[in-house]
């Protein structure tokens, strides 16, 4: 049941979002393993709308939040305020509180923000002043990076990057897919003017998606499949192993927090495709999301225009499928 009621809900985001397949599978594997996500894209490629119309699909509260470098940390973690009423300080909770943040234009703001954004990710909690507040059970960060401007951007420190699940990179859609992104967006605009209600649609309760956790971790994993993943992981860290080549592009490889983001999102794929076991073709189909942004390439890859997408294909080809 559970399964069916998921794919209600992606078939929402694929009829709400045209042409982003890989970017509404990657949400629903993100809210499923209980991890974050970045997404990077050029602008004008329906991110805000994806988390929007999540948030439309099950029973969570979203928050948008654009980081620009005036940025506070309060601004996400929230402050106290005087109450002159009665002479105390209350917590005004600020948007990390929310179930859903989007974090629109995340590496646009500075460290301190960076470090408060942190902390929520990594402990699911906030520190303001001496008091320590719990963020909500559900509680998925989809933040975003434009490829295409770095004026005025700070990079993502890697114990930062380190704490997404994935890292998806979306491009422009075809002649095709711009067609019907066009008929939806004249629709849209033709209910607005004619106050047509928007459609219902059924909404997953956390409970459903609490069980849906469940499942995917009591799914078969075989001892192969988890060496598998292991081995893939390794080849990052003792790429001499596998090839000159491949020792030469890495500087730095991935934590073991790449093998457990890995692995969850390997059993989220196959529980997702209606099977009760991991396949290879699951650990491989996550593998470019799960490790593109806990790679740091050496600078010769860089002068070669090596990039993570190219050193990953490389590593599943080297290393043995069981």
Same mark, same amino acid.
């Not at 490629?45 to 929007?52: D, F, G, I, P, Q």
């Given at each position: 049941?559970?399964?069916?009621?998921?794919?209600?809900?992606?078939?929402?985001?694929?009829?709400?979002?045209?042409?982003?397949?890989?970017?509404?599978?990657?949400?629903?594997?993100?809210?499923?393993?209980?991890?974050?996500?970045?997404?990077?894209?050029?602008?004008?490629?329906?991110?805000? +709308?994806?988390?929007?119309?999540?948030?439309?699909?099950?029973?969570?509260?979203?928050?948008?939040?654009?980081?620009?470098?005036?940025?506070?940390?309060?601004?996400?973690?929230?402050?106290?305020?005087?109450?002159?009423?009665?002479?105390?300080?209350?917590? /005004?909770?600020?948007?990390?509180?929310?179930?859903?943040?989007?974090?629109?234009?995340?590496?646009?703001?500075?460290?301190?923000?960076?470090?408060?954004?942190?902390?929520?990710?990594?402990?699911?909690? $906030?520190?303001?002043?001496?008091?320590?507040?719990?963020?909500?059970?559900?509680?998925?960060?989809?933040?975003?990076?434009?490829?295409?401007?770095?004026?005025?951007?700070?990079?993502?420190?890697?114990?930062?990057?380190?704490?997404?699940?994935?890292?998806?990179?979306?491009?422009?859609?075809?002649?095709?897919?711009?067609?019907? $992104?066009?008929?939806?967006?004249?629709?849209?605009?033709?209910?607005?003017?004619?106050?047509?209600?928007?459609?219902?649609?059924?909404?997953?309760?956390?409970?459903?998606?609490?069980?849906?956790?469940?499942?995917?971790?009591?799914?078969?994993?075989?001892?192969?499949?988890?060496?598998?993943?292991?081995?893939?992981?390794?080849?990052?860290?003792?790429? /001499?192993?596998?090839?000159?080549?491949?020792?030469?592009?890495?500087?730095?490889?991935?934590?073991?927090?790449?093998?457990?983001?890995?692995?969850?999102?390997?059993?989220?794929?196959?529980?997702?495709?209606?099977?009760?076991?991991?396949?290879?073709?699951?650990?491989?189909?996550?593998?470019?999301?799960?490790? +593109?942004?806990?790679?740091?390439?050496?600078?010769?890859?860089?002068?070669?225009?090596?990039?993570?997408?190219?050193?990953?294909?490389?590593?599943?080809?080297?290393?043995?499928?069981?």
């Amino acid at each position: 049941m559970a399964v069916n009621q998921i794919k209600q809900l992606l078939s929402h985001l694929n009829s709400q979002v045209i042409g982003q397949t890989e970017l509404t599978q990657s949400i629903i594997i993100a809210l499923l393993a209980d991890g974050h996500i970045l997404v990077e894209g050029p602008p004008g490629l329906a991110k805000t +709308r994806a988390v929007n119309a999540l948030s439309d699909g099950i029973d969570a509260n979203f928050h948008r939040v654009q980081f620009t470098p005036d940025l506070l940390p309060a601004d996400l973690t929230g402050t106290d305020i005087y109450r002159p009423e009665t002479g105390e300080f209350i917590f /005004q909770q600020g948007p990390l509180f929310h179930n859903l943040v989007l974090a629109d234009e995340i590496n646009r703001a500075p460290a301190k923000v960076q470090s408060a954004l942190l902390e929520a990710m990594a402990e699911r909690q $906030i520190t303001v002043g001496s008091k320590t507040y719990a963020l909500p059970e559900l509680f998925l960060v989809m933040a975003t990076q434009n490829p295409l401007e770095q004026e005025g951007t700070y990079p993502l420190p890697e114990a930062q990057l380190d704490r997404f699940l994935m890292h998806v990179e979306i491009d422009y859609p075809d002649a095709d897919t711009e067609l019907k $992104i066009l008929k939806l967006n004249r629709g849209e605009s033709l209910d607005e003017i004619n106050h047509a209600l928007p459609a219902e649609v059924d909404k997953l309760s956390q409970l459903d998606i609490k069980a849906a956790r469940k499942s995917i971790l009591e799914i078969h994993m075989s001892e192969a499949i988890e060496t598998y993943i292991v081995q893939l992981i390794m080849a990052t860290r003792k790429p /001499q192993a596998y090839s000159d080549e491949l020792r030469q592009w890495i500087e730095i490889g991935a934590s073991p927090r790449a093998t457990i983001a890995l692995e969850r999102c390997a059993r989220a794929h196959a529980w997702l495709n209606g099977r009760d076991f991991v396949a290879p073709e699951d650990v491989l189909a996550m593998l470019e999301n799960v490790l +593109r942004h806990r790679l740091i390439l050496s600078y010769q890859a860089q002068a070669q225009g090596i990039d993570a997408n190219k050193v990953i294909a490389n590593i599943a080809q080297l290393v043995p499928v069981p």
